[in-house]
């Protein structure tokens, strides 16, 4: 987390910036490095992961405020933050009391065996991550996706607890349950007690005496499973979907670990997806722009037909409120927006282009083309009177006289 930027940073924002400056700032970044538009840059294609995984935190308004609070730690699933309040999962006892242990033979409030009870406490499964590639249509309909891991899961056998079916644990003979071994020693300082951990029972207290033979006394076995994900509407890419309880098994009765699918959603052949939005691309005709249409465009969901002005130009943009991609677990819409793109004819008959220039002949060039004449204007203005452009013939004289 140390190396990451901060996500208001990122956007070009300051803390405590709007929904709606929030989105803009996204939209106005991802554009500009979108890997469609910077074609084998890997440096724009970094910081398009960086502004979608900023953007996929501030949008959320829940992720939002830990982040605004915590900082990173807040939006970091292995950080141990548990709910608003925070603090460290295992308390000051499990950051000071191995410290003071080692030194003085015990622990804050756990006397001499307080190293053994702690090693003895219910402790969570590691976690577990995978990634999955899914479709562009998958992320925004959402669907369901079966898993196949080989992962370590509780020994039904013996329960989890390592022992032999019929048998327990046994206090640990070494270190009479205590989890260490405590000597002492002269010094010319005076009496030094020395504390180690117990190597007959790692610290725990207990042994086993009777191994359960399907695990060997581990409490867990490997094996294939199927893990069914549920993946909501409207994820993106490098979302994260979380599974409990699909972990690793705990130690000592504790909960089992999650599991965590990176997703990788591949792209589509017609749509480029900015956050919640989408942008499409779709080629028109001259007499299309110029008379006005009404043209069908595709949506994710269903075709709808839009209207485009007469004179319209080429790549200008239009937006479809609420057509683009819903945000999980939320009631945000992005919107559409597409972009037209005039095509002009390649192969044209003789008659074709008689026509075509006929009508080019007839018409009043400066009215009907406001952009030329403003060029053909500025053009006229930077060769005339003060503005004039000198020919690099009469630049060579200057510099000879």
Do not use: W
Not at 149 to 172: E, F, H, I
Not at 236 to 255: W, Y
Request: charged share 30%.
């Amino acid at each position: 987390m140390a190396d990451k930027r901060d996500y208001y940073e990122v956007l070009g924002l300051s803390k405590g910036a709007s929904e709606s400056d929030i989105k803009s700032a996204f939209r106005k970044m991802a554009l500009k490095y979108h890997p469609d538009r910077n074609p084998g840059d890997k440096e724009a294609e970094e910081k398009f992961k960086e502004i979608n995984e900023a953007y996929g935190v501030l949008s959320d308004p829940e992720k939002k405020a830990k982040y605004d609070q915590f900082g990173f730690a807040g939006v970091d699933p292995n950080a141990g933050f548990s709910g608003a309040g925070g603090g460290f999962a295992g308390g000051f006892e499990d950051i000071f009391g191995d410290l003071f242990g080692g030194m003085f033979g015990g622990g804050f409030g756990g006397g001499f065996g307080g190293q053994a009870r702690r090693r003895n406490a219910p402790r969570k499964g590691q976690d577990i991550q995978k990634r999955l590639t899914i479709t562009f249509e998958e992320a925004y309909f959402g669907t369901k996706k079966k898993i196949k891991l080989n992962k370590y899961v509780k020994c039904t056998d013996c329960d989890g607890s390592g022992a032999k079916k019929g048998t327990g644990k046994k206090t640990c003979p070494v270190c009479n349950g205590t989890g260490q071994i405590r000597s002492q020693r002269q010094t010319p300082f005076g009496t030094m007690a020395n504390v180690t951990t117990c190597n007959r029972c790692g610290g725990t207290g207990e042994i086993v005496e009777d191994p359960c033979p399907t695990c060997s006394g581990t409490g867990k076995v490997r094996k294939d499973v199927i893990i069914e994900v549920n993946i909501p509407a409207g994820v993106d890419n490098e979302s994260v979907v979380s599974i409990r309880g699909q972990g690793a098994p705990g130690e000592n009765g504790g909960p089992d670990g999650d599991f965590y699918v990176v997703l990788n959603v591949l792209p589509h052949k017609l749509f480029t997806r900015y956050g919640l939005d989408l942008e499409l691309e779709i080629p028109i005709t001259f007499a299309q722009a110029a008379l006005g249409a009404d043209v069908t465009i595709p949506t994710m969901e269903e075709k709808v037909t839009y209207k485009i002005p007469a004179g319209t130009q080429p790549d200008t943009t239009f937006r479809l409120k609420g057509k683009g991609v819903k945000a999980p677990n939320s009631s945000m819409v992005g919107d559409l927006y597409v972009k037209v793109c005039l095509e002009v004819p390649t192969k044209l008959t003789a008659e074709q282009k008689r026509l075509i220039k006929q009508m080019d002949d007839s018409m009043d060039s400066e009215e009907a083309y406001q952009k030329k004449k403003s060029f053909a204007e500025t053009v006229k203005e930077l060769f005339s009177g003060e503005g004039k452009t000198k020919a690099p013939s009469e630049r060579k004289k200057k510099k000879k006289k």
